[in-house]
């Protein structure tokens, strides 16, 4: 039988609540709260911080405080991924982010999902679905990305966007629901 965690990673439904899963969270919090809390000119602490909370993070990747996420091992990046103040990244699957891709304030990224019927919900399990950002992407500030989606090379997420599905390479899109604006010029 398969464990929790084998099931989250999985896409499975699973108890959130499972020992080993609420370990693991409080490990990340507890390096995420000293992340959060290290002063701006300490760049040692923070490249060491990142390397054990964040392991799957590429080279010239780079975090402004206040940073949060659920496990950190299931972000995964390229080079050159800047995420800015404020951004929130539920990486209850993994979360494949493409090189060059920089992340405006505010941004929340969410891979887990709830039952949407209050009998089942109330059971707390979740479900979690993949993200995947492609290389060259920008994410304007205060969009929120849903479960399983994935936005193509090139692509600009417009700021306040709620991104529902897929959007394809080399388009500006934006709105809630977010959709195609106009291909990215130039």
Same mark, same amino acid.
């Given at each position: ?14 108890? !959130?609540?499972?020992? /080993?899963?609420?370990? /693991? %969270?409080?490990?990340? %919090? %507890?390096?995420?709260?000293?992340? @959060? ?17 964040? !392991? @799957? =993070? +590429? ?17 995964? =990046? +390229? ?6 103040? @404020? ?12 090189? @060059?891709?920089?992340? +405006? ?5 969410? =891979?887990?999902?709830?039952?949407? /019927? *209050? ?6 399990? /979740? ?6 950002? *492609?290389?060259?992407?920008? &994410? +304007? ?22 991104? =529902? %599905?897929?959007?394809? *390479? ?10 195609? &604006? ?5």
């Amino acid at each position: 039988m398969p464990t929790e965690k084998e099931k989250m990673l999985s896409g499975q439904w699973y108890n !959130p609540l499972d020992q /080993e899963l609420s370990s /693991e %969270r409080l490990a990340a %919090r %507890r390096l995420q709260h000293q992340f @959060n809390q290290s002063l701006p000119d300490d760049e040692a602490q923070r490249r060491a911080l990142l390397q054990q909370w964040l !392991p @799957n =993070t +590429g080279k010239h990747f780079y975090v402004e405080p206040p940073f949060y996420c659920d496990y950190g091992y299931n972000i995964k =990046t +390229g080079s050159k991924v800047f995420f800015n103040f @404020n951004c929130v990244v539920l990486d209850v699957a993994p979360v494949f982010i493409g090189n @060059n891709v920089f992340f +405006g304030p505010a941004v929340q990224i969410y =891979t887990v999902n709830h039952p949407l /019927e *209050a009998k089942a919900r109330n059971s707390l399990v /979740e479900q979690a679905k993949p993200i995947t950002i *492609a290389d060259d992407v920008w &994410i +304007g500030g205060g969009a929120v990305l849903l479960p399983g989606i994935t936005i193509g090379k090139g692509s600009v997420i417009a700021a306040g966007s709620v991104v =529902t %599905r897929d959007i394809p *390479a080399g388009v500006v899109a934006g709105g809630n629901p977010c959709r195609i &604006i106009k291909p990215v010029s130039g």
